[in-house]
């Protein structure tokens, strides 16, 4: 099982975005040897001889397959987390374009998903095989996996600033131009008209009648 997820795993890296900056090396050699030499003591990628096993227990068949189970569902749990994070992942700490801190799927549930469900899986398999260097190892892998979180959470709050504290996604770039508010048009009251009143005027004898804009009554005699 662990060998599919990690030939997967490996094949998945071509699903990922280009990094634009990195930590110095050195600061990621640490971790990467706790995690390996963790892998080599819990996988039994040794001379095995049994004093230096030193054999905890005898694993029932029962547990054995619950402990199966439990390493199926962290793997799985590693995967759900790979699958959201979509292709900001990458194997080391680096930051991509328009990088983003993560913070729904299971990155709502844990902050570091996919350390989280490689560790259950490792603490499972140490508990399966029943012997002290499982136990060492699953011990010095998580120990690497700490190590990795801490320096990759402070790199992100150096180059993302107080985004990556609150998880808060910056807005992306936009190079369109911005859209033009649609004008609303507005429509204007026509005001009522008031009541003209009548005037009339003399010319000559001839008497004449019009409208007069402002109220009130002719004043001459008909």
């Known amino acids: 099982m ?3 997820w990690w ?8 699903w990922s975005d280009r990094a634009v900056k990195r930590p110095p090396s050195r600061h990621q050699i640490i971790y990467r040897l706790l995690a390996s030499l963790g892998a080599v003591l819990l996988f039994g990628l040794y001379r095995h001889k049994l004093p230096v096993e030193m054999i ?22 590693t995967w759900w987390a790979r699958i959201h994070l979509g292709r900001l992942w990458s194997s080391s700490v680096t930051r991509k374009a328009d990088h983003y801190v993560v913070d729904t799927g299971p990155y709502g549930i844990v902050r570091h998903p996919i350390y989280t469900g490689i560790i259950l899986a490792s603490l499972a398999t140490a508990a399966m095989r029943g012997t002290a260097l ?13 190590i990795k979180a801490r320096l990759e959470e402070e790199f992100l709050r150096e180059q993302l600033g107080a985004e990556a504290s609150r998880g808060v996604r910056p807005p992306r770039a936009d190079n369109r131009a911005p859209r033009r508010a649609k004008a609303i048009p507005v429509r204007r009251h026509r005001m009522a008209r008031r009541p003209s009143a009548p005037f009339c005027f003399r010319d000559r004898g001839v008497r004449t009648f019009g409208t007069w804009s402002v109220s ?7």
């Open 2 to 4: 662990w060998l599919v």
């Open 7 to 14: 030939v997967s795993w490996l094949a998945a890296a071509v």
């Open 56 to 77: 905890l227990w005898r694993t029932p068949i029962g547990l054995a397959w619950a402990m199966v189970a439990v390493v199926f569902a962290g793997l799985l749990f």
């Open 134 to 146: 499982a136990w060492l190892g699953a011990c010095v892998m998580t120990t690497g996996w700490v």
């Open 216 to 222: 009130g009554a002719c004043g001459c005699s008909t």
